[in-house]
């Protein structure tokens, strides 16, 4: 590889930085790239990480100059004719920036062509060898690679601490690292709001230094996982994981248009406040409390993946993307006076009295709100013209306080809120 550093106008390097899924697949194998670079060579420790620009991700030396980059694809295709294009790509790609060292990350093994004989005709271009030995990581085997080379890092760099390298650490580590991923995504995105430069310039100069991902390592990193701070992370991160699955698995019926729409509500997802974040968590999973005190809470009081494919993000995809994301009240407004949201009710048709008790319930109990406009939450199967309507028996009388706000005035609300089908939810958005 030459040692002249090739000169590059950030603006003519394209990135979608914007619309990218940040940390999700994309980031953590990044991350995993650091860390094994980190435990195998201490003259990696003054390198910088670069996302979505040179590369879906690109390793930089000291003075900037690229030392290798890596296009990911999570394709579901198992044929080398699926990926020859962004083969030859990336060897066009990594020409044209002076990079000798450049790889192809697959979430999926090419069954039609071995590693041999694809590298062989891509010549200097590398299929990524993971550490449990293969060329090809699932998106359900990422986390327990990561955590390996965490923990690799560990004994090499600290083997005095082994309590580092208990199971339960590893994970608050891996988190707390991918979160380094996180915000430098959702810096990126907020500069770009700001007109503080383009998608092109801040994806090229924003990189992270390793120094980074080091300081975090030698620190004791528990007292971390115990702040609301590790929790917002987790929330956000499981929506980009949800998010992720769910484009995956519809990749191929997705066009570009629809594509370009889930990320646009991804961006807005992670660009929310922490407030903001917990308002909107409410609205979304109204069945349901949304508390995150601790572990316990966080597991048994939130979402999960099938809900919000099946149901939340179903609905985004299926209707137009909702105007003015961030300003307006999250959901669609239909008139003369429908206001839909989506949420992630998932549950069948039979279960419709136990999802309305458990909303009335948890009106009842926690500060749930909903815009005041609001007529119909959208859930993947179930229509029940009121909520409030279809149970009636089990709401009680309001407080002799007079004085203070009854919850029932915010229950009663619920008579002109229904739930409504997917498949009746669109005879009502246009």
Known sequence: MSKTKTIINPEAVHSAITTWSGFVYQGKLALYHTLILLG??????????????LEDFAVLDAGKKCLSMHQIKAYKTLYYSGYKADFEQLVTKAAGVGCGDYSFHMTREIKDKSTTDIEAA???????????????????????????????????????????????????????????????????HQKVHLSQGSDNFNAYTEVIPFQSFIGLLSENLIARASG???????????????????????????????????YKYLRYINMLTDDQLVKFMRRIIPQRKFIFNNIFDYKHHNTNTEEM??????????????????????GWKEEPSAFLIPTTISRPQHKAFDVCEAIIENVKETDLDLP???????????????????????????????????????????????????????????
């Open 372 to 430: 005041y406009q609001t007529s119909n939450l959208i859930t993947a199967q179930i229509d029940v013209p009121s909520v409030y309507g279809s149970l009636q028996n089990i709401i009680t009388h309001a407080p002799d306080d007079d004085t203070a706000e009854a919850p029932e005035d915010n229950i009663i609300r619920w008579k002109t809120i229904s739930l409504t089908s997917i498949e009746k939810a669109k005879t009502i958005i246009k």
């Open 228 to 262: 609301k701070a590790y929790f917002f992370f987790l929330i956000k991160r499981d929506l980009n994981v949800y998010h992720q699955e769910f484009c995956v698995e519809c990749s191929e019926s997705m066009d570009d248009t629809n594509r370009k729409k889930m």
């Open 309 to 330: 494919k099946d149901a939340f993000f179903a609905a985004l995809r299926q209707f137009r993307l909702i105007e003015d994301l961030p300003a307006s009240p999250f």
């Open 122 to 188: 891509h010549p200097a271009m590398k299929i990524y060898k993971y550490s449990d030995g293969k060329y090809y990581c699932p998106l359900d085997k990422i986390d327990e690679l990561l955590e390996e080379a965490i923990k690799t890092y560990y004994i090499a760099r600290e083997p005095e601490l082994d309590w580092k390298i208990k199971p339960d650490y590893l994970t608050i580590t891996r988190n707390v690292l991918e979160d380094v991923i996180q915000d430098k995504v959702i810096k990126i």
């Open 40 to 53: 195998k060579d201490k003259q990696s420790d003054t390198r910088f990480l670069q996302l979505d620009s």
